[in-house]
Structures are given as C-alpha cells and as structure tokens.
C-alpha cells in the first residue's frame, strides 16, 4: 500500500500540470478570439465605411442625372435643331453653360456683357479649346416674365447674339460654328414671382455640339 502513494502523488502532479495547462490554453484562446473579434469589428467598419461612400457616390450622380433631365430640355431641342441642319459630325450633346445674371449680372432689361460675363465668357473659351475642333454652339438667350412676349423674343435675343459678338471677336470662334435662339420667358427655371428667380432666369445658355 505504501509503494502506490509515490504513484498517487505523481498522478495528482500530472492532474495539475493538465489543469494549468488547461486554463493557460483557454486564456491562450480567449486573447485570440478577442484580437479576431478586433479584427472583425475594423474591417466591418472599413466595409460600413466604404458603402456610406459607395451611397454618397451614387447620391451624387442621381442627383447630377436628376439636374441634367431638367436643365436641358432647351440644350437637347438644340441638339436636334443642329442634327435637323446637318451641324453636326458625331450627333452628340457633351455639355451647357449657364450664364445667369447672379453670376454674369445683364440686369434688368439689359443686354450688355458686364466685366463678369466677358470673364465668364474667357473662361468658357478656354475650355473649348480643351474640347477640340468641331465643336457647334448654339447660345440660347432668355428673360425673365417682365414685359411682353414679343419685347422679351427681342432681349433674348440680344442677349445671345451679344455673347456670340464676343466669341467671334475677342476668341476668333467661327460665326458659322454658333447659332443664336431667343427663348424670351418662355423656359424659366426658377420662380418668376421673386426677385431671385427672375435673376435666374436673366441668363444665357451656351449648348455644345459635336
């Protein structure tokens, strides 16, 4: 009986080594789950992240798409206006510029370009020659709702053919290259009820063809 107490000693010595190993395994396991569950949270937050940016870019575009469909009624009958006149060598609208008297300041039955349009008008020059050769422009001229139908024809129309003079004059642009149209009052894009939105819809819009 006493040859089986040295046995029984090493049995419960083995026991314990088994039981610290145990809980050393379990701690062992416990900080690796913990780092993976890190691991798990940043990368959730990368992927929450990139789909908050992922929605704002298509926010962005919805809303840019949005703009073009009710901005450019007048830019697409000027696109099949050019097609209808054999203008055009690729039958495409790449894009409009909108002078609005906020920006360009015609004033209030006026049709002179201010300091602001002609630098407006510079710019815009700049960036045909970005565009290349072949470019067809058609130079919309509205008003806003002040004043008869046919007295508001006639300042639209001074209007663009005024933005026109200065293209050919100033950036040498080919007369035969741009047509001038008068909307008047007829196409507002904003309220013609407030002081601001007839401001807006003083304005010249500058359709580019190709």
Do not use: W
Not at 4 to 23: D, M, T, W
Not at 52 to 60: A, I, M, P
Not at 71 to 91: F, H
Request: charged residues 30%; negative net charge; glycine residues 8%.
């Amino acid at each position: 009986m006493m040859k089986s107490v040295p046995a029984v000693a090493l049995a419960l010595v083995l026991a314990g080594g088994l039981l610290a190993s145990g809980c050393a395994t379990k701690k062992y396991v416990q900080k690796e789950d913990a780092k993976v569950t890190d691991r798990v949270n940043g990368v959730q937050g990368e992927v929450e992240e990139v789909q908050g940016q992922v929605k704002q870019h298509d926010t962005r575009l919805q809303a840019h798409d949005q703009q073009i469909g009710e901005a450019s009624r007048t830019a697409q009958e000027a696109l099949q206006r050019a097609q209808e006149a054999g203008k055009l060598a690729e039958g495409k609208l790449l894009y409009e510029t909108v002078l609005t008297d906020d920006r360009v300041h015609f004033g209030f039955n006026k049709h002179e370009l201010s300091t602001e349009a002609k630098a407006a008008l510079d710019e815009f020059a700049e960036k045909l020659k970005e565009d290349g050769k072949g470019v067809y422009i058609e130079v919309q001229g509205h008003t806003d709702a002040v004043g008869s139908d046919d007295y508001n024809e006639e300042l639209g129309q001074a209007r663009a053919q005024a933005v026109r003079n200065y293209l050919a004059r100033q950036h040498k642009l080919p007369l035969h290259r741009m047509n001038v149209i008068s909307y008047g009052e007829l196409a507002p894009i904003a309220d013609n009820k407030t002081g601001e939105g007839r401001a807006q819809n003083r304005r010249v819009a500058l359709v580019v063809l190709r």
